[in-house]
C-alpha cells in the first residue's frame, strides 16, 4: 500500500525529503518509551504480516527490525539466504513474487547487491524496507544515527560530522551523507584513499586525509567498521598500520579542541578502527544508537502501514 | 520473415546512390545483374532485360554498400534460446546489415575449424545477410594457447579474437599479432585490463559513486590500448580494437595512427549516444562492457569517427534472455542488441545533430568495416557482389523491441523515437529483407 506520509517504501534517503526525515524522527520520538515498558507491546500494527528477507547475514540489524515488528504486534516471518530456495538459485524475483503470493504486508529486506531493495520495490506490491543494499544505503541506520545526533545536540543543522574509515565497503556512508546534508548538516569523511569511492566529493563531502584533521574540525565523529572480510584486496598494508593512522584512539581525541561525540554502527574491531577506551568511553553514545534503531524502525514501520505522524502518542496505547 | 527468393535483376530507382568507395552520390538508379552490380549512378532510363527483372522505386531514400557489422554474438553453438545464427542474420538483414561477423565466445568456443565451418553451414541454410566466423586466439579463449590460426582461415574464419574477454598476457598478445601477419587477419582485442576492472559493474566515477555500484575505471581499457599498439609496433601486426569507449583511448589511437603502426578501431552506437546516467535505477538494458562511460567520453568518439581516428562502427550484439537482464544489477549480464537499432541510433545522434554526413556514415558502417577486414562489399562498384542497403534517412519510428527478428529484446532504446530505417537489404543480388509498413 502506499504511505499518505512515505509513499510506498522506503529505499534510501536520497529521495527522500528534508520534511520526510525529520518526520520520520519526529514519529520515532514517542515509540522510544516503548522500550522502556515492563510490557513492551502496543497493538499498532496488529494483522500486518512482515517478512525479514534477509539475504546477507546480520544480527543487530535483523534483531532489531524484529523487535519493532514485534513491539507493533506484526506477525513476523524471518528468512535467510542460507536453508531457504534462495540456495538452491531461486532468483530474487521468484523469492519476492512467492511472498507475494502468500498475502504479506511488508517486506524488509538486506542483499549484497546495490539497487537490490530497488529492484524488489518495483516488481511487489508490498512495502518494502531497505535493510541495507550493498555498497549503496541503509536508511534506517542514517536515521538512527540522525536520531541519536539530535538526542545529544538538540539540532542537526550546522553540526559538522565526520564519517571515518571503509567508505568504500560501506552502505551506512551514503545514507549518513544524504540524510544529514538535507538536515542541515556538514560532512565530511576521513580514511585512507584506497578505502574511499573515487569521485566521492562529488557527494558533496569534505575529505580529511588524516584522522588528526578529522579530530579538529569535528562534533562528531561515526567511525566505519574495517570490513576485514574484503581485505585480502590489499586496501591497506597492515591492521596494525590501520590503527596508528586512522584509528581513533583516546590519545588523539584528548587533543580535540572540544568535545566529540563518537558513534559506530557496529560490529566493532577494537583496536582497529576505535580503541575500547574511546568505545567505552564517556563521549560515546554507540549503544544509545542500538536502543534508538529498534524507535526508528517502529517509526518507519508505522508511517509505511499508514499510520497517522500526529497520532503516533497515541498509537502507543 | 525475409523474402529470400533470388532475382536475376534487381533495378534499384530513383534513390540517392551514396558510395564513398567511388565517390559516389548522386541521384539515380542501380542495376543488380546475377549478383553482382551492373550499374551504379545517374539515371539508367528505360531497362529491358531478358529474364526475371524486380524494380524498386527508392526515390527519398539512400542506395547504399550493405552495411558490415565485424562484431556481434549470434551465441550458436550453446545458446540457441537466446540467440541463434539464423535469427541474428534475420535481425542483421532487418537492421540493413548485409555481413556479420560471429565473435567465437560461443559454447563451445569457436577455436577449431570444425566450429568455423559448423557456423557458415548454419549461415548458409540461414539465407539472410552473410555470416563471417572470428576464430578465437587462445584455445578456449583461456588466454594459454595460441588456437589453429591457419586452420580456422582455411575454413572460412576471418580473423581472430577472444572478444568477451581480454587477452591478459601480453607475450600471448605479442605472440599473436606476428603470428597473424602469416595470414594478414586482423587480431581484434577486447581491451580490459583484469584486474582492474574486476568485480566492477558501470563506469567509475560520479554515478558508480552514488549508487554504490563497483566502478570500472576507463583506465582498464586505456592501459591495454597502449599496451596493444606498442605490440603492434613491435610485431607490425594489425590489432584491432574492440567497442572504443573513453576519450584516452581515441587519443592513444591516433598517437599510433600517427606513427603509421597498424591500428584500426571501432565503437559501438551505444557509446555514442548513451552515458553513465543510463544506469540509473539500477537499469540492467545499460549494463555492458565496456561500460557507458560519460558526456565527454561520448563527444570525443563522436569527433573521433568524424575524423576517422575511429574507423568503423560495430555493434556488439549481445542477446540475453530477459530473466537473465530481470536481476540485481552486479549479477546482470553485460550487454545489448544492437542490430536492428544501429543506423538510427547512428542517424538520430550523429547525422541530424550535423556532426557526420550520410558519406561518413555509410563509410564507417559499410566500406570501412568491409575493407578492414578484407571482406566482399563495402562498394557499389561495377562487377562488385550486389551488397546492398536502402534506407530511408527520414522515417522516423519508436522502438518496439516486440517486433524484432532477434531474440534478443534486451535494448536500452525501447520507446525511444529514432530516425532513419533501412527499407530493403540485398544479399548477393538476393533481397533478403523489406521493411513492410
Request: aromatic content about 4%; glycine content about 8%; hydrophobic content about 45%.
Given at each position: 500500500m502506499n504511505s499518505p506520509h512515505l509513499g510506498k517504501d522506503l529505499l534510501g534517503l536520497e529521495e527522500l525529503t528534508a520534511a520526510k526525515i525529520q518526520l520520520l524522527l519526529d514519529t520515532a520520538e514517542p515509540f522510544k518509551e516503548i522500550s522502556l515498558r515492563a510490557i513492551k507491546k502496543v497493538p499498532t500494527l496488529r494483522g500486518a504480516t512482515i517478512v525479514n528477507l534477509f539475504f546477507e547475514p546480520s544480527t543487530r540489524t535483523r534483531i532489531s527490525f524484529e523487535f519493532a515488528e514485534k513491539r507493533l504486534s506484526a506477525d513476523t516471518v524471518n528468512v535467510a539466504s542460507a536453508g531457504s530456495s534462495v540456495s538452491k538459485g531461486e532468483t530474487l524475483v521468484d523469492t519476492a513474487?512467492?511472498?507475494?503470493?502468500m498475502k504479506i504486508d511488508m517486506v524488509v529486506v538486506r542483499h549484497a547487491a546495490s539497487g537490490a531493495a530497488r529492484f524488489l520495490a518495483q516488481r511487489i506490491e508490498s512495502n518494502v524496507i531497505n535493510a541495507g543494499d550493498g555498497t549503496h544505503e541503509h536508511p534506517t541506520q542514517g536515521l538512527l544515527d540522525m536520531l541519536t545526533?539530535?538526542?545529544?545536540?538538540?539540532r542537526l543543522e550546522g553540526l559538522r560530522v565526520c564519517i571515518c574509515?571503509?567508505?568504500?565497503?560501506s552502505r551506512v556512508a551514503r545514507s549518513n551523507i544524504w540524510g544529514l546534508q538535507k538536515m542541515g548538516a556538514e560532512v565530511a569523511i576521513c580514511g585512507p584513499r584506497s578505502l574511499l569511492p573515487n569521485h566521492v566529493e562529488s557527494l558533496g563531502v569534505h575529505v580529511f586525509r588524516r584522522i588528526e584533521e578529522a579530530i579538529e574540525w569535528a562534533d562528531a565523529l561515526n567511525i566505519l567498521r574495517l570490513q576485514l572480510e574484503r581485505m585480502q584486496g590489499g586496501y591497506i598494508p597492515s591492521l596494525r598500520e590501520y590503527n596508528r593512522v586512522f584509528g581513533v584512539t583516546r590519545e588523539k581525541l584528548e587533543r580535540a579542541p572540544r568535545d566529540i561525540l563518537i558513534m559506530h554502527p557496529g560490529p566493532m574491531n577494537r583496536g582497529v578502527e576505535i580503541d575500547s577506551d574511546v568505545a567505552d568511553g564517556p563521549h560515546s553514545v554507540i549503544l544509545d544508537q542500538v536502543t534508538n534503531g529498534v524507535a526508528v524502525r517502529m517509526a518507519v514501520l508505522y508511517l509505511l502501514a499508514g499510520g497517522n505522524p500526529a497520532l503516533a502518542e497515541a498509537a502507543k496505547g | 520473415m525475409p523474402n529470400s527468393t533470388p532475382h536475376q535483376y534487381v533495378l534499384l530507382r530513383n534513390g540517392r546512390v551514396l558510395d564513398p568507395s567511388s565517390n559516389?552520390?548522386?541521384t539515380g538508379d542501380v542495376l543488380v545483374a546475377n549478383g553482382v552490380i551492373e550499374h551504379a549512378g545517374a539515371p539508367l532510363g528505360d531497362v529491358r532485360r531478358d529474364g526475371d527483372l524486380v524494380e524498386i522505386d527508392c526515390a527519398g531514400q539512400v542506395v547504399s554498400p550493405g552495411f558490415v557489422d565485424v562484431h556481434c554474438h549470434l551465441r550458436e553453438p550453446g545458446r540457441e534460446d537466446v540467440e541463434t545464427i539464423a535469427t541474428g542474420a534475420r535481425a542483421a538483414a532487418a537492421g540493413g546489415f548485409t555481413a556479420v561477423c560471429a565473435m567465437p565466445n560461443t559454447d563451445p568456443v569457436t577455436d577449431n575449424q570444425a566450429a568455423v565451418g559448423f557456423i557458415i553451414r548454419q549461415a548458409m541454410r540461414a539465407a539472410a545477410a552473410r555470416v563471417y566466423p572470428i576464430g578465437a586466439i587462445s584455445v578456449g579463449q583461456k588466454g594459454e594457447a595460441l588456437a589453429e590460426f591457419g586452420e580456422m582461415i582455411g575454413a572460412g574464419a576471418v580473423a581472430v579474437s577472444d572478444d568477451g574477454k581480454p587477452v591478459a598476457s601480453a607475450q600471448l598478445m605479442r605472440t599473436a599479432l606476428e603470428y597473424a601477419r602469416t595470414f594478414e587477419i586482423p587480431v581484434a582485442d577486447h581491451c580490459e585490463e583484469p584486474t582492474l576492472a574486476k568485480g566492477g559493474a558501470m563506469n567509475e566515477g560520479v554515478v558508480s559513486a552514488r549508487l554504490g555500484l563497483k566502478g570500472i575505471p576507463s583506465e582498464a581499457e586505456e592501459i591495454m590500448v597502449i599496451r596493444d599498439i606498442l605490440l603492434a609496433r613491435r610485431t607490425g601486426g594489425h590489432?584491432?580494437?574492440?567497442?572504443?569507449?573513453?576519450?584516452?583511448?581515441?587519443?592513444?589511437?591516433?598517437?599510433g595512427k600517427d606513427r603509421n603502426i597498424r591500428v584500426t578501431a571501432e565503437v559501438c552506437p551505444h557509446h555514442l549516444s548513451l552515458t553513465e546516467e543510463s544506469v540509473e535505477g539500477y537499469n540492467t538494458n545499460a549494463k555492458m562492457n565496456p561500460p557507458l562511460r560519460t558526456a565527454e567520453d561520448v563527444e570525443y568518439l563522436k569527433q573521433a569517427v568524424k575524423d576517422?581516428?575511429?574507423?568503423?562502427?560495430?555493434?556488439?550484439h549481445a542477446p540475453h534472455h530477459y530473466d537473465e537482464k530481470e536481476r540485481e544489477f552486479s549479477d546482470a549480464p553485460n550487454g545489448?542488441?544492437?542490430?536492428?537499432?544501429?543506423?538510427?541510433?547512428?542517424?538520430?545522434?550523429?547525422?541530424?545533430?550535423?556532426?557526420?554526413?550520410?558519406?561518413?556514415?555509410?563509410?564507417?558502417?559499410?566500406?570501412?568495416?568491409?575493407?578492414?577486414?578484407?571482406?566482399?562489399?563495402?562498394?557499389?562498384?561495377?562487377?562488385?557482389?550486389?551488397?546492398?542497403?536502402?534506407f530511408d534517412p527520414a522515417a522516423r519510428w519508436s522502438v518496439d523491441p516486440a517486433t524484432f527478428l532477434s531474440k534478443g529484446r534486451n535494448t536500452p532504446y525501447a520507446g525511444m523515437s529514432l530516425t532513419g530505417r533501412a527499407t530493403c537489404t540485398i544479399v548477393g543480388g538476393r533481397i533478403v529483407y523489406r521493411l513492410t509498413s
Open positions: 513474487r512467492n511472498l507475494e503470493a545526533l539530535r538526542d545529544h545536540f538538540k574509515g571503509d567508505v568504500l565497503h | 559516389l552520390d548522386v590489432v584491432h580494437l574492440c567497442h572504443m569507449s573513453t576519450r584516452t583511448s581515441v587519443e592513444l589511437i591516433r598517437w576517422g581516428t575511429i574507423d568503423l562502427v560495430a555493434t556488439d545489448i542488441i544492437g542490430l536492428e537499432t544501429a543506423l538510427a541510433v547512428m542517424v538520430t545522434n550523429l547525422v541530424e545533430p550535423g556532426i557526420i554526413s550520410y558519406a561518413t556514415l555509410v563509410d564507417r558502417m559499410s566500406c570501412s568495416p568491409a575493407r578492414i577486414f578484407h571482406l566482399p562489399g563495402g562498394t557499389l562498384r561495377r562487377g562488385s557482389v550486389a551488397d546492398i542497403t536502402v
